[in-house]
């Protein structure tokens, strides 16, 4: 590979998604070509300029870069330090042709919310067993999308009275191997997009954190009873130890294995007590709701 270049390119398995790519370039540059696929571009170093339907355009820090399928561009460095990028390829399930002349007039778009929102996607697809979080994310950033394309278009139906209600119903019936978005929208009639803000408006949280929440709250009885941290990963849905411990620290702030901890000798047996959680004698807890709640349970951007 040429110094000074990386790249890394996978597949990931969420519905919407054709291919991932992060790269680092400091010479390469792109030949005209196309894509079938929607092309969603943010840079992290520097600058890249390229021509797309024959006007001469550029990716300033902290831009979004959005390239409609079949319409031929090019790529190079806009400096000699070369640029950091990373995209997505969408495919028009996210977003339909139609939307291919306004892309083509400003294919260049400042929203801090929306490369955000971005940002935050390619950090879940970078982490196995986060597809319902990257999934909500997508929906969310293609609603976004559609909006600075098409600012004037109706906001359509609000969403059907229960929709939030019967997502959960779904997701409740399956922990372990739940229905992507795309799968519950055509269970329910409903756009993605629209099953996010339903869920989020409806219970506070995105669909993937109520997820992860009942997968938390599970694992806590499991753990409880005895079984060990790398069975219970498994046993209520997540990739793997790892996945669990980084959502069980960031629900609880300890891991599953100091959370069955005994926190002495007087401990009773088959009641394991968190030692990093144990108050002075005739103090006691007090009273929580089942809900999550609290920084881990805020909606997400």
Known sequence: MTPGQEVSAWRPPVPGLVEVLHARFTEHRYPMHVHDSWTLLIVDDGAVQYELDRHRRGTPLGTVSLLPPHVPHNGAPATAEGFRKRVLYLDTTQLDTSLTGPAVDGPDITDPLLRDRIGRLHTALARPGEELEAESRLALIAGRLRTHLRPDAPEGAPPPRGLAQDLRDLLDADLLAPPTLAEAGRLLHAH??????????????????????????????????????????????????????????????????????????????????????????????????????????????
């Open 192 to 301: 993605p997009t629209h099953l996010v803000r339903a869920f989020g408006a409806a219970f506070g949280i995105p669909p993937h954190q109520y997820l992860t929440a009942r997968r938390i709250d599970r694992a806590r009885r499991l753990l409880l009873a005895g079984q060990p941290p790398a069975e219970v990963a498994t046993a209520v849905g997540f990739h793997d130890q790892p996945h669990l411990n980084r959502h069980f620290r960031r629900f609880l702030g300890t891991t599953p294995g100091r959370f069955t901890r005994p926190a002495g000798p007087d401990c009773p047996p088959g009641q394991p007590v968190r030692a990093d959680l144990a108050l002075p004698a005739g103090q006691t807890f007090p009273a929580t709701s089942t809900s999550p709640t609290g920084p881990a349970a805020q909606t997400s951007r």
